[in-house]
């Protein structure tokens, strides 16, 4: 199992009432599950893209993203902008 980091941003950061925490999970999918406990994150994360040590998971099955140790997964919710 890895350790690492989990950062929140903007609506995400909000949900989750902390800017970051640290997590135990082999996969993006086992820590989805993890952090889903949280009811608002929950209702965040649908929308949200994750990056895993600056590489985007993108459209893979989040079970299949393996986790390293040390890993660092910024969850990003959608941004407004141009």
Same mark, same amino acid.
């Given at each position: 199992m890895a350790t690492g980091t989990v950062? &929140?941003? @903007?609506? @995400?950061? =909000?949900?989750?009432? +902390? @800017? $970051? $925490?640290?997590f %135990? @999970? =082999?996969? #993006? /999918? $086992?820590l989805v599950t993890k952090i889903t406990r949280n009811d608002a994150l929950a209702r965040v994360l649908p929308r949200c893209s994750f990056l895993v040590d /600056?590489? *985007?998971a993108g459209t893979? %099955? !989040?079970?299949? +993203? =393996? #986790?390293p140790e040390g890993a660092t997964v $910024? +969850? #990003? *919710? !959608? &941004?407004a902008g141009g």
């Open positions: 950062r &929140f941003w @903007a609506a @995400a950061k =909000e949900a989750a009432g +902390v @800017a $970051e $925490e640290t %135990d @999970a =082999e996969t #993006l /999918g $086992e /600056g590489n *985007p893979r %099955d !989040p079970n299949t +993203v =393996e #986790l $910024e +969850v #990003l *919710p !959608p &941004f």
